[in-house]
């Protein structure tokens, strides 16, 4: 049974700095891209950030860059995302997720491009 389990989430203060982790399992994820979504009360899901099964590509929302990092360590099945400098609008539920297909050369930005999601962290960034 494939799974993606995120943790890390939690309340931090704006400025504050969290770090989220995915760990899959159930199948192997070291040569799939990856993603992180967000989605915060009465809006869409929208994508943060992702990264190629190489970790050699990645991309991040404008809203995020500079500020965020996402990372994978492909020996432990396991994506991260460093999130600095957080603010009350980056309040939302980080999703994980995976594409079924393996060594695709690009990140992908859509949540059809996407096979399996994580059940969500909630994040809250209070002013």
């Known amino acids: 049974q494939v799974q993606l389990v995120e943790s890390g989430g939690g309340l931090v203060q704006a400025g504050g700095s969290l770090r989220l982790s995915c760990v899959a399992s159930?199948?192997?994820?070291?040569?799939?891209?990856m993603g992180w979504f967000r989605q915060a009360l009465g809006k869409e899901r929208e994508v943060v950030s992702s990264?190629?099964?190489?970790?050699?590509?990645?991309y991040y929302a404008d809203s995020v860059k500079g500020r965020f990092t996402i990372s994978r360590d492909n020996a432990k099945n396991t994506v991260y995302l460093q999130m600095n400098s957080l603010k009350p609008e980056d309040t939302a539920v980080y999703f994980c997720a995976a594409r079924r297909e393996y060594f695709d050369s690009t990140y992908y930005l859509n949540v059809n491009d996407y096979d399996y999601w994580g059940q969500g962290t909630q994040v809250t960034v209070s002013s």
């Open positions: 159930g199948r192997t994820f070291s040569k799939s891209t």
């Open positions: 990264i190629t099964w190489s970790g050699g590509t990645t």
